[in-house]
């Protein structure tokens, strides 16, 4: 199983474009890929000891649309997406997250989503590495998702409904995926604006610990089978509307799904 | 075909000269300054473009093409009278251009006019509208050169205009916005950004405009060339040395401690990439970059003893 091969053979067997200097068209590069999966496999493997089901559903090739949901202060969930595509699926893949436009204001934060191709969430960004096959990852909650206080991390916020029409557009399969354990790694009690706003971020989110440093829980993802709906991308909303309504079911019945693993997996614990 | 080429004394556009000569066309020049050994086969007047001169070698040549590359795009050039020359000089290349018979005009804009931000894309394509002087000012008369070139495309019906948006060269001439960049031993970086660049080699550039003159392509370009590469990437294969600075601290250094004295939206520019999307010069044109990314860095530390 992928999970032996080291970071380094991995990122070498992603099939991106590569040029001689170890960057792609998009100014990917194995060399900050190596750090960057260095740190956040340990984290995938060895302390939140990340289960994912289902990998059999993410396509190994070609254009394809991962949505998932988010708990847990910040998109730490998304970052264990990512984790899970490269150290589990053979060839191993790069997901590429759409993210927060302030990521990008932020010195350090703007060279590492850069470099390991997490861009700002622009539709432009989005349709060019879908027409250019590569694998997109979605959080159609935005920032109300990883802004869910931990009472509420097992349910669905508002979905934005542009992933659909994207994914319309360019013929996507869209990926289910729900993602439980981030809720209970940082289980928020409370978010502050004023405290986001001095720091140039969002908000900023507390624990019953204070800061939101995540505790090392268990986490479990559940990819689903792939959903394509045939269209244009030109529908009406309320058409648009159904299409997300039926992602979000399908995400809202992965979650459950996750919770009972994990429960099982703990021994019948709380989850 | 007798081309026209405004700004010839340019380094860039004495590329573009030989090249369109070596293709078999007469090329007569215009700048206020000299290029002393201008080659056989090209003439060279020394007349501003804005000037009663400059139409008079319109009349007497009645070229067929002109090729407008007499902006100027050097930051640390005065304001007012660069933004006439770059404004009041695009009109009266045009005026005269129609009142001489020109048949295909075409105007040699740069990539930076769709400016560099947090929330700009990668990959800018011809229908995006210039965004540059949002946080940077100092390229207004660049872009309102540009637009005013660009709609001539329906002012002018019967005259063929080409707009095109060229990616930073570099190449012998050692000119150039990212020449200048690279020219100390020590490249001042922004701490914690690390954007894409993206270049072309200045013969494959200067290729890209002789080719436009054969291909009379109608429209908007981006001229573009090979992948962009990181800024480190670029300073590395170099032979230069990064040293990236706090933002705060860059700011105050600026124009001081032989720091360029470069205006303050310029520092977006090496914090975020302005990168552009190739594809449809390439179609129009059957355009193909010689000298790739790699390549373009090697030639360019071998030349500057790195």
């Known amino acids: 199983m992928a999970r032996d091969d080291s970071i380094h053979d991995l990122v070498n067997r992603l099939e991106l474009p590569f040029n001689a200097l170890g960057v792609d068209p998009y100014g990917i590069s194995k060399r900050h890929l190596v750090t960057f999966f ?14 994912a089901q289902g990998l059999e559903h993410v396509p190994p090739r070609g254009r394809a649309m991962l949505v998932g949901n988010h708990s847990g202060g910040y998109a730490l969930d998304g970052a264990l997406v990512i984790a899970s595509m490269l150290l589990e699926m053979n060839p191993p893949r790069l997901a590429q997250g759409m993210v927060e436009r302030f990521i990008n204001m932020l010195p350090i934060g703007s060279l590492w989503s850069s470099r390991t191709g997490q861009f700002t969430g622009l539709p432009e960004h989005a349709e060019r590495l879908l027409f250019d096959d590569r694998l997109l990852m979605v959080f159609p909650e935005g920032a109300k998702g990883t802004s869910k206080l931990h009472k509420d991390r097992y349910s669905l916020v508002d979905f934005g409904t542009g992933f659909v029409r994207l994914a319309l557009k360019t013929k996507t399969p869209i990926v289910p995926l729900g993602f439980v354990g981030t809720g209970d790694a940082v289980p928020t009690i409370y978010n502050s604006a004023f405290i986001g706003k001095l720091i140039g971020v969002p908000y900023v989110p507390f624990t019953p610990y204070g800061i939101a ?3 090392p829980v268990p986490c479990q993802v559940h990819y689903g089978a792939p959903m394509i709906f045939e269209g244009t991308g030109d529908e009406d909303d309320s058409v648009i509307k159904g299409y997300v309504d039926e992602v979000k079911a399908r995400i809202a019945q992965l979650i459950v799904d996750a919770r009972a693993a994990r429960r ?4 019948g614990g709380t989850s | 075909m007798k081309v026209l080429l405004a700004g010839i004394a340019g380094s860039l556009a004495r590329q573009v000269a030989l090249q369109l000569r070596d293709n078999g066309h007469e090329v007569i020049g215009i700048d206020r300054r000299p290029w002393r050994d201008a080659p056989k086969g090209i003439t060279v007047h020394a007349v ?6 400059a139409e008079d070698v319109f009349r007497k040549a009645r ?5 407008h590359m007499a902006t100027i ?9 660069r933004a006439r020359i770059n404004v009041g000089g695009t009109r009266a290349l045009f005026e005269h251009a129609k009142n001489h018979g020109v048949k295909h005009f075409i105007f040699v804009g740069r990539h930076t006019y769709y400016g560099a931000g947090p929330d700009s894309a990668l990959y800018h394509t011809e229908d995006e509208p210039p965004q540059g002087m949002g946080m940077f000012p100092e390229l207004a008369d660049l872009i309102a050169a540009d637009l005013f070139a660009a709609n001539a495309l329906w002012r002018e019906p019967k005259l063929v205009t080409s707009i095109l948006r060229l990616v930073y060269t570099l190449g012998p001439s050692q000119q150039g916005t990212l020449a200048s960049f690279l020219r100390g031993k020590r490249v001042p970086m922004v701490l914690g950004y690390d954007p894409l660049f993206q270049y072309l080699d200045e013969t494959d550039a200067a290729r890209g405009v002789a080719l436009s003159v054969d291909q009379r392509p109608r429209g908007i370009f981006n001229v573009a060339g090979p992948h962009p590469v990181p800024l480190s990437t670029i300073i590395g294969q170099t032979s230069r040395t990064a040293v990236p600075l706090p933002e705060m601290l860059l700011r105050q250094l600026l124009g001081r401690f032989g720091f360029p004295n470069l205006p303050r939206g310029a520092l977006e520019h090496i914090k975020y990439p302005i990168v552009v999307d190739g594809k449809a010069f390439r179609e129009a044109t059957g355009f193909v970059h010689k ?8 030639n360019y530390r071998l030349l500057t003893g790195g």
């Open chain 1, 38 to 51: 260095g740190v956040l496999g340990w984290f995938y493997r060895n302390y939140f000891r990340v289960h």
């Open chain 2, 73 to 81: 795009n050097a930051l640390t050039a005065g304001g007012e009278e």
């Open chain 1, 264 to 267: 099982m997996r703990l021994g």
């Open chain 2, 63 to 67: 070229p067929e093409c002109v090729v």
């Open chain 2, 291 to 298: 000298v790739d990314e790699v390549e373009v860095l090697r």
């Open chain 1, 213 to 215: 440093a995540p505790l």
């Open chain 2, 48 to 53: 501003d473009i804005r000037k009663r001169a």
